[in-house]
C-alpha cells in the first residue's frame, strides 16, 4: 500500500515524491536506517495518537543506538506527526517516522553522514478483524543482546526477520516465529508473543526480544481485567498446553494465532483475546477515560 501523498520531511510538510529515496546511500546499503510504526484512532475529543511518548522515546532510543543526530527533539517530532495527520486529512492511520543515513557514499564510516529524517502516513481503513494466522517456528534464531542492541528498531535487523518469514513461507505457514539462542520462545518477525492458559498470559521476558508498546498495553488490560500476567522462559512445548495464543503489534494489535506448527492447534472461540482486544479498541478510540492519558490529540 502506497504512503499517502502528503509526507514531513526534515521539518517540512511536502509531496511524497520529495522523498526521493532512489539514490545509492548508507541507510539502504547497511540497513542504517531507524524507524517506528505509530497509530491515530478517532476519539471522542478528536484524532488520538495512541502512546506517542513511548513511540517517540523508542524511536529515539533507535537513532542514538546509530549515532544519529536527527536535529529535532520530540516535541517538534510530535508536532511534524500532528502536522502530518492533519495534512493527509486522516482521523484513523498509521504513522511512519524513518531516519537513514542518507550520504551517496561507500563505506562502513556513518559517523558524521548525512541523515534524511521521513515521516509517512497511510490510511487505515476500518478494519475487519484479521484472520487467525498459522505459525512456524523458524530454523532461525531470534537475534540476541550480544550480537545487536534489542530494544532499538534498526532496519538491518530486520533481516533476520525476513529469513524467518521466508522460511515460514516456503513450509505453507504464515509467519515465523523465533526461538532465542537458548531454545525458548522469543517473538515472531515484527510482533510479541502471549499464550493464555487458565485465565494467565504467559509472555517471554524482554530479555531477547523488542519490548512491544502494544505487549505492554495488553499486559496492563489484563491485569486490570484480573488475568494474571505471567513473563518468564517459556520452552516451545509450552505451547501444546495452549488454551489460546495471539501475537500483538501497533499495526495488527491483537493477531489470534490458530496453530503453530507440531505444536499447537485451536479453532476454537478465542475468548481471552476477544476480552483483551474489546478493551484495546476503546482504549485506542478514547473510550476509557482511565487510560486516557496514552493518547495525544492532534
Ligand atoms: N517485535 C518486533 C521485532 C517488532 O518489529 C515489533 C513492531 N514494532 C514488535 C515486536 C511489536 O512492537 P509494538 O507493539 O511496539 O508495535
Redesign the pocket.
Known sequence: MKPLNKIWINGKIAPLAHANLLSFHQGLNYGACVY??VRCYASPNGVAIFRLRE?LD?FFYSASVLKMKLGFDKKQVAQGIKDLIKANGITSGYIRPMAFYSEPKMGINILGSRVTFVIFAWKHKNQKQAKAIRLYITKYKRLSPQIVDIKA?ISG??AN?LLGFLDAQSSGYDQPLFLDAAGYLA??????IFIVKNKTLYTPTDKN??N????DTVMAIAKNLKLKVVERNIQPSFLKKAGEIFL????VQLLRVKEVKGYYKNNKESTVVDLISKDYEKITRGQIKKYNKWLTIV
Open positions: 517506528d510504526g513511540h523508542r528498531k535487523y530486520y526477520s517473538e515472531g518477525a515484527i510482533n510479541n526480544i523488542l512491544g508498546i502494544t505487549r500483538t503489534g501497533t499495526g
